[in-house]
């Protein structure tokens, strides 16, 4: 049986608690293992002014870590080497 692979992707410019509150409902129903938040390095003032490291620490704040960084995020191809 495949296991499912859930991509959570965003620009997340900051990650908030709704952000999490959504991931937290896709780890509940597809489980933590299969799970990921997508994002870019994308930095462009003012909308979107954080890098992926900082995207990442921020996102760490509420205890997630399986982050993935993309060129495309939205674009589920621009995974498909990771996995």
């Known amino acids: 049986m495949l296991r499912p692979i859930v991509l959570y992707p965003g620009r997340f410019q900051p990650f908030c608690k709704h952000h999490a509150a959504v991931f937290l409902w896709a780890q509940k129903r597809f489980g933590k293992e299969n799970c990921w938040i997508g994002t870019s390095n994308k930095v462009e003032f003012p909308k979107s002014p954080f890098t992926f490291e900082e995207k990442k620490a921020i996102i760490g704040v509420y205890g997630f870590d399986k982050i993935l960084e993309s060129d495309q995020p939205y ?6 080497k990771k996995f």
């Open 75 to 80: 674009k589920l191809d621009s995974y498909n």
